[in-house]
């Protein structure tokens, strides 16, 4: 039988239980990243193209359930990538840091601008001529929203690639060792075998 092509995990490096959290967690924030950005590109200026007075019941409609629908990807992300930073140990684990940090920044700006925005765009007494002055602002503040998404999905990857890194196949592994055995230095051969035996006397 040949050699198997199983990787044998190096010393710091990550186990199926934990690599597969790392893969949920570069899961959820790609989602969440790629939400952001549809929204962004598509869904938000097609609002701005809205006539105000016409985008008012349509928000209140559509503006939750999009909210709802793209909430539980950055939750889901800002916890699995909180939970594989604590857990790390291996050489992504900066990386990783970045990421949740990065995603945490996105949970921090609701309070600070979406949430107190969707409410008053939500308000039946919301005047429609203020709508085209905060689409404008929502725009511009989902900019850093989906750009935050985008950098911690790209930092989740690198972290996830470099953790692939620290694993290798038992072949691999046994030519390292013959390296190291190779290349390590040697010892000076001292004994008695190598101490020329003293000259015969001669007699006479």
Known sequence: MGPTSKTVPRRGTPGRPARALETLAVAATSAFAGAALLTQT??????????????LPHFAVYGPATGATVFPFE?????????????GRGPGRALWALAAA?????????PIYFVPANLAMLDPAFPARAVPAELTAWYRWNWVRAGLGLASAALACGALAAGRGGTTTPAV?????????????RRPVTGSRLTPSPAP???G
């Open 75 to 87: 939750a889901a992300s800002v916890l699995l990538l909180g939970v594989t930073t604590a857990r």
């Open 42 to 55: 598509v869904i938000v200026p097609a609002w701005r193209a809205m006539d105000p007075a016409a985008f």
């Open 173 to 185: 592994a046994a030519g390292h060792r013959n390296l190291r055995r190779r290349t390590r230095p």
């Open 201 to 203: 006397r001669r007699c």
């Open 102 to 110: 990065g995603m945490v920044a996105t949970l921090v700006l609701l």
